[in-house]
């Protein structure tokens, strides 16, 4: 039996590694040759110089210390909410389960736009309340930038946080009880370290992603002359002379990082893993809330709603529905001018929402099915090459997106007369499923961390073929992670910016790309109007997805 | 595991077989690109024998046009030429640097035919790498002095220009010349576009301070000027209030704000600006190098000519005048010198950003 499931698994293995290789390894290859080699020879004296140069120290300083603070704070904002969305009676209010995606689902860029347009001198909150002018000094500074990195990416953190915590059952909480443990040892003994690897995982992602995000720091942190490393690989990358080798040596820095963190996360996670999902019976009690603990709660949702969503949104809303710009929040200066222009002016929106939609549905689909797969040949495997491929897996992720865009182009373009792919909408979905697929790989593996191997060995016992378990054992206990991953790809991959402005054919536009031409073009209040219709369009896809799901789930 | 061992090792060994290709295809880009550039070429022809007979047009029926924002003119620069030639027009609209960044990145199998800058200097530094096809436009004798260089590469088919863009809520009415930006009455209202985002107003920074050295600039600076971003960003500023006046902001864009009734004005410093022209281009790859021509040639038509003054850009001809804008003759001038501007523009960018960084913030 035994040795019939191992090679098996050892081909399938061996055939992602090869698809890896393909769809990742080559294009890095591609732009890490430019680094290295200039005329023809290997100059590795050029890419030093590139890399010794002073400037670049305090940059890196900058996006570590961004990095940290950015994991810090969005700590303190999710904790608490995957407590409450996990351990008590507002885990039946599944709506908050996409509520609190909207921070994630809105283009940090246009989040930015927001808080500038609220905060800055005149902005809306000095219209509307003329007692806080001053207040944009205690904005545009780095706290305010954190704070607006934070609330873009604390989301990732409360998903990995509650689906964790959802899994620990109550009576392991009791046990504490019964030997006397007050709430604060039981926390600190018992739920802490149950969560330790999980949030090493959560941790990971949110650390790795504000290094390698490039709006906010280019709009924000440009403004408070807070340069990160993103931006100088950015600039590198399309500022004439344009140097991609200056840039693929740049961010091999980045990624010698965030491989650093990567062991530390897996030797935490493995160190600290616990085998939660077993076969044995696991309830949760619901932790009582008190009325005043109630409110509190409610309370907190509300406040974090508010800044997360409240702030940005008002902005983003009342800019699409402000005439003219320059006269503000005043009586008579709005219209739904730019809502009707979005499908009159031309058939240019509706084209830019169809491409939109298509792209984050095939691409996350992809993703979940090659992520899944990926992350079970590597669980199902013994051989050294796991690690290697997980790490190559996880590798788009610590690359800032340009990077691996170009990377990505410079190889389908060269290879464009063996498979003709550059140039169509094939590469756009190539290029989205290379640079999302860790979302999948990082919620499924959060979730087999938890899953314990007695089970896979009760269905074994049982004489189930290892499809059988798949199916009936493995598949249903991961299932919410896939989900997961898949929303994720399906948000960002809806919103991404820097891949579509690049790599997008002729003649073709997705929202961002439609955002961002009319904002050059002077109408931003035009492109205001379509990030709201992106964001209540993502917003009830996923509620309605939800709800579909729940009620057939019900039906089993 | 004996098996799994065989299964490791090969694996392995496809790895690095597979590695090795994509590694000599990434290093060997040099040689591998001219010949296959080459074949490309040949390829280009052949197919548009038929195609020539079946129409009046020539090449395989479309042109690949890479332009930058606005992109209103863009499309509408599209739609007309292919109404008039039956051509199609496959556009990629993007900022000068994602134009660039996609122009390096297609190196091996290049697409695109004709690109579009939005400043001259950034042109000129496409012919110093030796990739534009040279070609006299039809209506050549029309252009603006100076607006084609001297061996015919770039075709200045449109130009803006940098002023000082200032919010009438805060200034009723302001005619300051750059020097007298650094008085009191302007303390912490001045905004200037990131010149090392903004190309024109990276060529003003480098045409001003050859002429006129750097007092000026550090007069602004210390009055308090901030750097919002780009253009875009820039403009915001101004729009929304929160400064009071741009400092060499791109005057297009604030024509059509003005034009909407946003209350903002613009004028030209009595101290000069730069012009800069917009180049077309038409690179030596092209793979439909006829249809190349013959967009450039639409380019400099009366109708297209048209449409470059609506969209408030400045006319590449002299003959065609514009109503709702300054008119070329009615700005003042800095005379640019390109070659010395070109090197010294990112040195001064950069220096603009030093002066300015304690203001933001």
Known sequence: MKKMIRPRRELLLAVLALLLVFLIVCPVVSIFAKAVIYDGRLDLYR???????????????????????????????AAPLAYLFSRTKFA???????????????????????????????????????????????????????????????????????????????????AGAVFGAGFGARLRKVFLPLLSGNYAIGALLVFVKTLSEYGTPATLGKRIGFEVFTTEIHRHATVAPIDFGGSAALSSVLVGICLCMWFLQNYITTRKSYNLVSGKGSRRVEQKLSH??????????????????????????????????????????????????????????????????????????????????????????????????????????????????????????????????YNTMGIMVLAYVVLFLPYTVQYVTSSFTQISDSLIAAGRV?????????????????????????????????????????IAPPNTLVVSTYIMREFEQGSVSVGMAMAVLCVLFTTTALLALNAAIDRSSKRE | MNCKKM???????????????????????????????????????????????????????????????????????????TAKTGIEVEQFQG?????????????????????????????????????????????????????????????????????????????????????????????????????????????????????????????????????????????????TGEVGALVAGVDYNAYSSKAKGEPIDIYY????????????????????MDNAKAFVDYLFSDEAQELVAKAYLLPGRSDVKCDSRSNLEDIPQIKPDWEKMMAEASEDSAKVNELCSANNG
């Open chain 1, 92 to 174: 039946k209010y599944r709506v908050f389960d996409i509520i609190f995606m909207i921070p994630f689902m809105t283009p940090p860029y246009i989040a930015s736009m927001g808080w500038i347009l609220f905060m800055q001198k005149k902005g809306l909150l000095q219209q509307l309340i003329p007692a806080a002018a001053g207040s944009e000094n205690v904005f545009f500074t780095l706290g305010g930038l954190v704070m607006v990195m934070s609330l873009h990416v604390f989301p990732f953190m409360l998903t990995i946080l509650k689906n964790a915590m959802l899994n620990i059952p109550s009576s392991l909480e009791e």
């Open chain 2, 7 to 81: 299964m490791t090792s090969l694996t392995a060994a496809a790895l690095c077989v597979s590695l090795a290709a994509c590694g000599s295809t990434g290093a060997a880009s040099g040689a591998a690109a001219s010949s296959e550039s080459t074949a490309a070429e040949s390829a280009a022809t052949s197919e548009a024998a038929p195609a020539e007979s079946a129409a009046e047009t020539t090449g395989s029926g479309k042109v690949t046009v890479y332009m930058p924002s606005p992109a209103g003119l863009a499309d509408k620069l599209a739609e007309g030429f």
């Open chain 1, 462 to 502: 049982f004489g189930g073929k290892p499809l059988y378990i798949l199916r009936h054992i493995t598949l249903p206990l991961i299932s919410p992670g896939i989900a997961t991953g898949w929303m994720m790809t399906f948000i960002i991959a809806f919103r991404e910016l820097v891949t579509a402005s690049l």
């Open chain 2, 95 to 239: 900022t000068t640097g994602e134009i660039l960044a996609r122009l390096e990145a297609e190196q091996a199998n290049p697409v695109a035919d004709v690109v579009i800058l939005a400043s001259w200097s950034d042109g000129l530094s496409m012919k110093a790498d030796g990739q534009l096809e040279s070609y006299t436009p039809t209506n050549a004798d029309k252009i603006v002095d100076g607006w084609i260089d001297a061996d015919n590469e770039l075709f200045g088919y449109s130009a803006s220009a940098v002023g000082v863009i200032y919010n009438t809520t805060v200034f009723p009415t302001m005619d300051a010349d750059w020097s007298e930006l650094g008085n009191a009455e302007y303390k912490d209202q001045l905004a200037i576009p990131d010149p090392e985002k903004s190309g024109a107003c990276k060529d003003f920074v480098a045409g001003y301070v050859t002429n006129n050295g750097w007092t000026d600039f550090e007069a602004m600076a210390a009055n308090g000027m901030k750097v919002p971003g780009a253009n875009k960003a820039a403009l915001e500023a101004v729009t």
């Open chain 1, 47 to 77: 890419t030093w110089q590139t890399l010794s140069q002073s400037e670049n120290a305090q940059m890196i300083a900058n996006s570590l210390l961004l990095g940290v603070l950015v994991v810090l704070l969005s700590t303190v904002i």
């Open chain 1, 292 to 421: 005043s603990a109630t409110a509190a709660a409610w309370g907190y949702i509300v406040l974090v709603l508010a800044v997360a969503v409240g702030i940005p949104y008002f902005s983003v809303i009342s800019t699409s529905l402000i005439n003219l710009r320059g006269y503000g929040l005043t009586p008579g200066n709005f219209t739904l001018a730019h809502y009707a222009e979005l499908f009159t002016e031309n058939t240019k929106g509706i084209s830019a929402l169809k491409n939109s939609i298509f792209l984050a549905v095939t691409s996350a689909t992809i993703c979940a099915v090659l992520g899944t797969l990926l992350v079970l040949a590597v669980r199902g495997s013994r051989s050294r090459l796991r690690k290697v491929v997980e790490a190559i897996g996880l590798l788009p992720e610590m690359l800032p997106g340009i990077v691996l865009v170009i990377g990505i182009m410079l190889f389908w373009n060269q290879i464009y007369h063996v498979l003709p792919l």
């Open chain 2, 269 to 288: 410093p009595a101290g000069g600006t730069v012009v800069n022209p917009r180049p077309a281009m038409i690179l030596k790859t092209a793979p439909n």
